[in-house]
């Protein structure tokens, strides 16, 4: 009797363990056919358009498909901006993780900083926009877009450029910049900074020569990872970029002498051309909408590749 | 002979000393700046949206029809500011939209992390994990685009009935662009994150545990539930706190499919409840922007992005007392 009533006890517990796994199956079927399908989906919809011509003509502001253009001026802009942007935050956040690993010896204040770094990872990129686009459209700030003009009484800078959303696309970097190198410099062995300072090197050569070289891999997986969050923000190119198709400065642009003013005038990025050629957007003309995805998610790709080669030649070296 | 020596090397080593100290103060400083940032973010939301806080005061977030009145201060006459807003609607549209998406994706997400830690087979386990990853990083502007193009004329086509769209007209339009077609985009958007830091959490619970477990002849199955999962507990809940956020915080691709306005639905309409054109705190900055250069409705939206800045700052304080709380009683045990 008590034999039999194992039995049955052993069967139903067999059977709630298929259950358990036959369900966790499922879902997982689902989530992972719905991730490749939306690979899938976006090669099929993008490859019409997708050519070397497609990438190197600009936009052109028609409600036509056939005659849209390229993409060169968006992929410009978005390289320029990621350029802004990581220049900016990437020896301010270095500086920043090497204080907090290398400086502070858990004091309160350290401690706070890291609070607060915290709390800027956490806010919302539609938050840092606005914000940039109110510090920056300050008089005071109007050398970095241009002024408004033609307004009676209005002394206020436009605050949307280049240089205002390459700033602002720094601070929203910086936190996560800051994270993977301090997680960086912590990785390195005491052994190696008790080593150098046995020699007589002062600490700050220590930090320059052997620290900081002995942590560039993760260090440059930080800037590599800023940089794929950069070029796929859309919510602050809109706000702080303007959202123009072309570059708007000086024409042509790409002479060296108009850079300043194609910096300090408005432009669009990948993102914000999406944005624009959307259904949602301006103009409907969802396959350039669809060729425009396709070509940043291979930028996406690529720098996805670059960090699992960097992860990986850090791994050869740890064997050896 | 000493003293010439150690005359002839003071000054070198004073000169690194000095370096070093001044190498620290900037190093110091710029830490110091790189805090202060989210300082100053604080008081310059504030500030912006000050007059909006002192006229409406706490009915700012329990007043509805934001759109209404974002169209009145539009027309109001410039000597004349119209000041009244109210977010509730974009409160409870927000609050719909990450409630509905968190329990797909913590749902899916969850099982999805077991199969691909635990389950999977080697090779397998190696693919998910890179399709995930990958599309963790894809820009959330790509999920928003596919939401429009495929999301929304499906729901449209399949959903909605011409019935339902006579009934409602006076309300709202039925067009696709709904709570539901947000809901799954947000879903579909945060799940890599969820996987991901699941997976992550999942692979750090130490081998022994489950060796011990099977040892004690539970099964495969038993011995995840009882003794991996509720291991793995803490990163599990951080990855959803940190999912949570990022679906607050969404503009774009929810400004793109969840409807753009801003009305609370109602549970009595049934089906319909899911259909109602929503909009968040977040997608309302970017559908409103082209009106900003109005001081009021600039104020308000303003107003909007300090409700999402204190939602953010709780969520980050929550997941660093749900941090110290784990830690604390593990070093307890």
Known sequence: MSKLSNTSALNRRKITDLFGQSISWLFSSITIAVCFAIIIYLVIKGKNKLSLDFLLTQPAATMDQHKSGGISTPLIGSIILTFIGIIVAFPWSLSTSIYLSEYSERNPVAGFFRVCIDILAGVPTIVIAIFGLAIFSNPQFGFLSSMVEGVAGARKAFGRSFLVCGLTMAVMVLPFIIKTCEEALKAVPASYREGSLAMGASKWHTITKIIIPSASNGIITGVVLGMGRIIGDTAIVWLTLGGTLRMTGHQPWWLP???????????????????????????????????????????????NLVVEFIGKSKSIQKEQ | MSEIRTSARTPKLTLSKVK????????????????????????????????????????????????????????????????????????????LTTFGAMIIAVIAGVTTAIVIAELAPPWMKRVLQTVIRLLASIPSIIYG?????????????????????????????????????????????????????????????????????????????????????????????????????????????????????????????????????????????????????????????????????????????????????????????
């Open chain 2, 20 to 95: 070093d100290a001044v190498m620290e103060k900037i190093v110091f400083i710029l830490a110091a700046l790189s805090a202060a940032i989210i300082v100053i973010v604080f008081i310059f939301i504030f500030m912006k949206s000050a007059r909006i806080f002192s006229v409406n005061g706490l009915s700012f977030f329990t007043t509805k029809n934001f759109d209404q009145q974002i169209l009145k201060a539009f027309n109001a006459p410039a000597d004349k500011p119209v000041w009244d807003f109210g977010v509730l609607g974009l409160i409870a549209g927000t609050f």
């Open chain 1, 257 to 303: 002498q108009n850079w300043w003013s194609a910096l300090t005038n408005t432009g669009s990025t990948l993102t914000s051309y999406i944005f624009y050629t959307s259904p949602a957007g301006e103009v409907d003309m969802p396959q350039v909408a669809f060729a425009g995805s396709l070509v940043l998610i291979i930028l996406i790709i690529i720098l």
């Open chain 2, 145 to 333: 685009l596919i939401g429009l193009m495929v999301v929304v004329p499906f729901i449209k086509s399949s959903l909605i009935t011409n019935q339902m769209q006579i009934n409602f007209i006076k309300y709202f339009q039925l067009s696709g662009n709904s709570m539901l077609a947000g809901i799954i985009v947000l879903s579909i958007m945060v799940l890599p994150i969820v996987v991901a830091l699941s997976v992550d959490a999942i692979n750090a619970v130490p081998k022994k545990h489950r060796e011990a477990a099977l040892a004690l002849g539970l099964s495969k199955w038993r011995t995840i539930v009882k003794v991996v999962i509720p291991a793995a507990k803490s990163g599990i809940i951080a990855s959803v706190i940190l999912a949570t956020g990022r679906a607050i915080g969404e503009a774009i691709a929810l400004s793109m499919v969840s409807g753009g306005v801003g009305n609370i639905p109602n549970l009595a309409n049934g089906p319909v409840f899911f259909l109602t054109p929503v909009l968040t705190l977040a997608s309302a900055i970017v559908n409103k922007s082209e009106t900003m250069s109005f001081e009021t409705i600039q104020s308000a939206l303003f107003a909007c992005g300090v409700v999402l800045l204190i939602m953010s700052t709780i969520l980050s304080v929550f997941t660093k007392v749900v941090q110290n709380f784990v830690k604390r009683r593990e070093g307890n045990v």
